[in-house]
């Protein structure tokens, strides 16, 4: 089992910036792929970007690319998520997600455990 949680959402002006932390517990962290992934409210939860287990490999979104970047420190068991230059359509609910190996991709159903999410209010 892993256990996720979330921090470091709030409400922030377009231009504006954030830096998304989710600290794992449970099993060893560095052998776990991991995810960030987005909901809107009345759409699907979309990909945002992926961090292979070692950090040496990393997937964005294409709506991201550029502006957002995923990070993480396994000596801190946390992944970090730095959004800059956002933009209201970046409002969601952010989750992280640890995949069940050292890389989850973009695909949701190659995550095996979630956090609860953190919300992201970005004002025009």
């Known amino acids: 089992q892993v256990q996720l949680v979330e921090s470091g959402g709030g409400l922030v002006q377009a231009g504006g910036s954030l830096r998304l932390s989710c600290a794992a517990s449970?099993?060893?962290?560095?052998?776990?792929?991991m995810g960030w992934f987005r909901q809107a409210p009345g759409k699907e939860r979309d990909f945002v970007a992926a961090?292979?287990?070692?950090?040496?490999?990393?997937k964005y979104a294409d709506s991201v690319r550029g502006r957002f970047t995923i990070a993480r420190d396994n000596t801190k068991s946390t992944v970090y998520l730095q959004m800059n230059s956002l933009k209201p359509e970046d409002t969601a609910v952010y989750s992280c997600?640890?995949?069940?190996?050292?890389?989850?991709?973009?695909?949701?159903?190659?995550?095996?455990?979630w956090g609860q999410g953190t919300q992201v209010t970005v004002s025009s």
């Open positions: 997600a640890a995949a069940g190996g050292p890389w989850g991709d973009s695909t949701s159903s190659q995550y095996d455990y």
């Open positions: 449970g099993r060893t962290f560095s052998n776990l792929g």
């Open positions: 961090i292979s287990m070692s950090g040496n490999r990393r």
